[in-house]
């Protein structure tokens, strides 16, 4: 069913931090064509004066409620529209005036639904108040709109939006709340923590990890909004799981995350676009490394949240590493990892040699990264290239690059975005620990790459749906993970990534018509039926 309204909020509307932006932004299209402006994304008002990069604003959308707002609600409101494909409506909130509400807030969510904020920390008072104010914002819109006799949905992303399903399902039960976990706190903090998560997943009890991991208050509030919440959804059958162990609630859905061909370039803009990113991407390498690499070379990447053991960056540096002391390299390999890190500047030495394109002739002090990093000797990556051996001198095959910065387009030395980065690459591993989806795999399988992830990834298990994981040649190839066969899955990557580079061009192009294949079963259009049932689940008692 589509119902009348659809309210969706997160954390990451307007504001690029995760991977759930990309969700959003992608599934805009599909729901501006459904709702065709009746449903309006919320999101935080992090911008102040500054401008914001892909939000159009206009005083005219929604104009008399905007005043109502202001004067009545004394909401202070950017309105607008989102300018990615769909450019549908987008409310941003300044949600710090109600920050002085925090006491009784937490007071009554405590008193109606026994949310335990009394050990929070961190970013849980920020997030709440957001939360908070997004309630308000539906509230004031339902109310001066008058939509009582309307079919009216709101859609809340992560424990971080816990607090305003809660607001919701409080003030206007008449509104379905649909509340979306992407992956479950407690269960990112099982894993982050070095905890065998899947082996002994059965024996967990969220509360009790909870109270010995010190994540209290974040995980009350998730469990108490999947709880209360009209439709509870997830976006994979392994977080499913994780939620009926942890949260005592399994979802009533499982809504996987989908992706646009809109975002991917085709015929000749492809081919030109794949040739630009290979021209920078070597070009950057032969000058921090200072020795020229083979325009044939294959290139690799790993990508996503700087967790070192979750996203298996761990295991991609030393699968890397195996393919290297394998005695069976025949061609040259240049691996990226380009992962955001606590980066402090962009090198100036390799920002002039590549201005002035000069000329460089050995290794730059430090051959491994391409910004200077805060306490740059602590740093896990930089540590374990060192201590496996790796050495970037001009006689390995093997070349390995770390890239600690978001690619926004300005990050001093490729200028690139992700995307125009992304579709350079010969390859991509996701060798994930702990990934609810993996929109990182998706989106490179889009862009013809093939990927190589693992059974523990959302995306992986669904892969796993249409082709059986063992073959790089069919785009997708999905390593078998557990707790404890770290070295048996970096054996399987080096030997899939060996496997590529003995390919023709003939080869690689059916393996890049495979990747688009599978990659079309996962478009949107494909998937918002997910979504259209959650809608029916969360108005079947409103009726």
């Not at 309210?7 to 459904?34: D, H, M, P, R």
């Not at 990556?381 to 600690?404: M, R």
Request: with cysteine.
């Amino acid at each position: 069913m589509t119902p009348d309204y659809l309210f969706e909020s997160s954390w990451e509307v307007c504001n690029k931090v995760g991977g759930i932006y990309t969700v959003l932004s992608t599934k805009a299209q599909t729901l501006q064509k459904l709702f065709n402006d009746k449903v309006i994304f919320i999101g935080p008002d992090v911008w102040g004066d500054a401008p914001i990069a892909d939000f159009i604003e206009d005083k005219s959308l929604f104009a008399e409620w905007q005043q109502h707002a202001d004067e009545e609600n004394h909401l202070r409101l950017k309105v607008g529209r989102w300018d990615v494909p769909g450019k549908p409506p987008v409310v941003l909130v300044d949600f710090k005036p109600l920050t002085v509400d925090r006491d009784s807030l937490f007071f009554h969510i405590w008193q109606n639904y026994q949310v335990d904020s009394m050990h929070a920390y961190g970013d849980y008072d920020e997030s709440c108040i957001f939360a908070y104010a997004v309630g308000k914002v539906i509230e004031s819109f339902y109310g001066f709109y008058k939509l009582d006799d309307k079919k009216v949905v709101a859609l809340f992303n992560e424990w971080m939006l816990g607090m305003g399903s809660l607001y919701i399902k409080n003030r206007i039960p008449a509104i379905a709340t649909i509340f979306t976990t992407h992956a479950t706190s407690i269960g990112r903090s099982i894993a982050g923590n070095n905890k065998a998560l899947y082996a002994y997943l059965d024996n967990y009890n969220g509360d009790q990890m909870a109270r010995e991991l010190n994540m209290e208050a974040k995980h009350s509030l998730e469990k108490q909004a999947a709880h209360y919440a009209d439709c509870f959804t997830t976006v994979s059958e392994i977080t499913a799981r994780e939620c009926t162990r942890l949260l005592d609630k399994t979802p009533d859905i499982v809504t996987p995350n989908g992706f646009e061909r809109n975002f991917v370039p085709s015929g000749n803009a492809y081919t030109a676009k794949r040739k630009e990113a290979r021209q920078t991407l070597i070009r950057v390498a032969e000058k921090l490394l200072g020795c020229p690499i083979d325009p044939e070379a294959l290139l690799v990447s790993t990508s996503g949240r700087y967790e070192y053991r979750n996203k298996g960056i761990d295991v991609f540096i030393e699968a890397m590493n195996r393919v290297r002391t394998s005695g069976r390299l025949q061609k040259e390999v240049v691996a990226f990892i380009t992962v955001p890190a606590w980066t402090r500047a962009a090198r100036a030495d390799l920002q002039e040699a590549l201005e002035k394109d000069i000329k460089i002739t050995a290794p730059m002090q430090m051959p491994f990264s391409t910004h200077w990093l805060h306490q740059m000797e602590e740093d896990k990556v930089i540590n374990y290239l060192l201590h496996a051996g790796f050495t970037n001198a001009a006689s390995e095959k093997l070349k390995i690059i770390f890239v600690p910065c978001y690619l926004d387009g300005k990050d001093g030395i490729f200028n690139k975005t992700y995307y125009d980065i992304l579709i350079g690459m010969d390859a991509t591993v996701y060798p994930s620990y702990y990934e609810p989806w993996g929109y990182t795999p998706l989106e490179s399988i889009a862009f013809g790459i093939p990927t190589i992830t693992t059974n523990l990834a959302g995306f992986g298990m669904w892969a796993l749906e249409h082709l059986s994981g063992e073959r790089i040649e069919d785009g997708v190839a999905v390593v078998e993970r557990t707790d404890f066969n770290y070295f048996d899955v970096a054996d399987a990557i080096s030997n899939h990534i060996l496997t590529l580079t003995n390919k023709n061009k003939k080869e690689i192009n059916a393996i890049r018509q495979e990747c688009q294949a599978l990659a079309g079963k996962a478009e949107w259009r494909e998937f918002i039926a997910y979504y259209q049932q959650a809608f029916a689940i969360a108005c079947g008692d409103k009726q």
